[in-house]
């Protein structure tokens, strides 16, 4: 039978609006993978179907997007808070997540080029394109922010796809226009301020901080966005230059060298790093945030402390420069994950006898070394654990001692290789006890140094949690007895606390 003759149906279960509706129905509340996987697989099926209007598709894939919008936002929280020891369930998450923001980035994108191109519906969506751009590139900010979760690579077609974007926001004249993107207070903004959340994101090195510290990252990055600067030409607070036309990441411009070609657009941080700056002073004196930034959640004001100093960092005119000269090198380390292995070497070191327990030593390539620790390739097999802010414990190759570092820097290469960046806090440590005020009972901890340093400091290690800026710990080394009052928490992790401590001896 012919199909002008009788009407053709459209072959998708969402087509008919009163049966996409009972289909949202019945998406279960309570296990939000399972919803976004059926959501993710509704938005996937919509890049090929036939017959579908356009003003029907955006409907569709709106309905979809506030379908979602919970589900993904509880993802992202559960993901930020696994614990490293379940892998599958964190494997589950990160692909979940990842998936429906990419998908709905190509719904949205593939909705703009078929109104470009002309196709039945388009004249209805009229309206309703610069949203539908603006949600396309918060979408394709969505797939950034998982990809930075897992430490990258980014794929060349986010970039493309993000160029392509914006430049149908300039051609439609609306790439500055103030849009309610979605409803509630944080759901106005620009085009433009959208790319520039992405950009500005990437350019802040976001993936070098703890996963917590990336989500307040891209917080505050969506606060601000609208002090980030962006023009066709270079200017006074120019940092970066994107080229639209490419599937290419942006360059940060060092001096006055810029690409001599290509469709660029150069932008900044704007007046976003003074609005920092000026916050931070409050934030440190009082624990609290200004009134005049919200950043959507509460965080701890020591967290926020530390990415609004990192955004200061990557936002001020000149790039953080290396403490010291990072060499080539080709050798091996020993490494021990956390801070319960790094004891239980130190105790297999200290027994100087057989221990048959299981060790989870591994063995890294060193890339380069600086004076402040290394650059390494690590096995695949270690990803199941690694994550920025990481404690391990390190033996160079041929030496007896152990000592302790931080991973800093996680990189993932097109080969899924994984690089990272190793800040050393100690080249050799030694197993302690010390016994808190609170408790009276010894427990094990270690010693980063075997003197103090010029501030008559010593660094020490234990286990999550035990650091108290109020209380004084007992330390016995060599059969003398010290007193230890703390100074300051250095850093923590999810199972330690560094911390520096005044020594004193006891009366």
């Known amino acids: 039978m012919l199909k002008w003759i009788v009407g053709s149906k459209v072959d998708h279960p969402l087509a008919d609006a009163k049966q996409a509706r009972a289909l949202i129905a019945e998406l279960p509340p309570n296990d939000s993978i399972k919803t976004l996987d059926q959501v993710t697989r509704w938005l996937e099926s919509l890049i090929d179907v036939e017959g579908l209007k356009l003003d029907r598709m955006f409907e569709i894939i709106e309905l979809l997007d506030t379908t979602a919008k919970n589900h993904h936002r509880k993802i992202v929280q559960d993901y930020l808070t696994m614990s490293r020891q379940q892998k599958f369930q964190e494997n589950k998450l990160w692909t979940c997540g990842f998936k429906f923001a990419k998908a709905l980035g190509d719904a949205y994108l593939n909705c703009v080029r078929q109104h470009e191109s002309g196709a039945a519906g388009a004249a209805a969506i009229r309206k309703q394109l610069p949203v539908i751009v603006a949600r396309a590139l918060r979408a394709h900010g969505l797939q950034e922010k998982w990809i930075m979760l897992r430490y990258g690579p980014f794929e060349p077609r986010l970039w493309s796809s993000v ?197 989870n030593a591994e063995s890294w390539v060193v890339e380069n070394v600086s004076d402040t620790g290394y650059g390494a390739l690590i096995p695949t097999t270690t990803a199941d654990w690694m994550r920025v802010g990481e404690l391990i414990g390190v033996q160079v190759e041929g030496s007896p001692l152990w000592g302790a570092a931080v991973i800093r820097r996680v990189t993932r290469d097109e080969h899924r290789q994984y690089h990272v960046g190793i800040e050393v806090i100690s080249r050799a440590v030694h197993l302690v006890k010390i016994t808190h005020a609170t408790s009276r009972e010894a427990e094990s901890a270690v010693l980063l140094s075997s003197a103090p340093d010029q501030n008559g400091e010593i660094g020490i290690i234990m286990r999550a949690g035990r650091f108290d800026a109020a209380g004084s710990i007992d330390l016995t080394v060599k059969d003398k007895p010290f007193v230890l009052v703390p100074s300051r928490l250095v850093d923590d992790g999810d199972d330690f606390d560094w911390s520096l401590y005044k020594v004193t001896r006891p009366s």
């Open 163 to 359: 160029g392509e974007l914006y430049r149908y926001a300039e051609k439609g004249g609306y790439a500055t226009t103030e849009l309610a993107i979605y409803p509630g207070l944080h759901g106005s903004g620009t085009v433009q301020q959208e790319l520039l959340r992405i950009m500005m994101l990437w350019a802040s090195s976001a993936n070098g901080l703890a996963l917590v510290k990336q989500e307040v990252a891209e917080r505050t990055v969506a606060f601000v966005a609208s002090s980030f600067r962006l023009e066709r030409a270079p200017f006074p607070g120019a940092l970066y230059c994107f080229d639209v036309t490419i599937d290419k990441p942006p360059l940060r411009l060092i001096g006055n060298t810029a690409p001599s070609a290509g469709d660029l657009r150069y932008f900044g941080p704007g007046d976003a790093a003074a609005r920092i700056a000026q916050a931070l002073p409050v934030l440190e004196k009082t624990g609290a945030l200004a009134s005049d930034i919200n950043l959507g959640v509460s965080y701890p004001s020591d967290i926020v402390i530390a990415v609004f100093k990192h955004l200061g960092m990557y936002w001020a005119e000149k790039p953080p420069a290396r403490s010291s000269e990072r060499r080539t090198a080709s050798e091996r380390i020993t490494v021990v994950p956390g801070y319960f292995a790094i004891l239980d070497e130190l105790e297999r070191d200290q027994s100087d006898a057989l221990n048959f327990a299981e060790t």
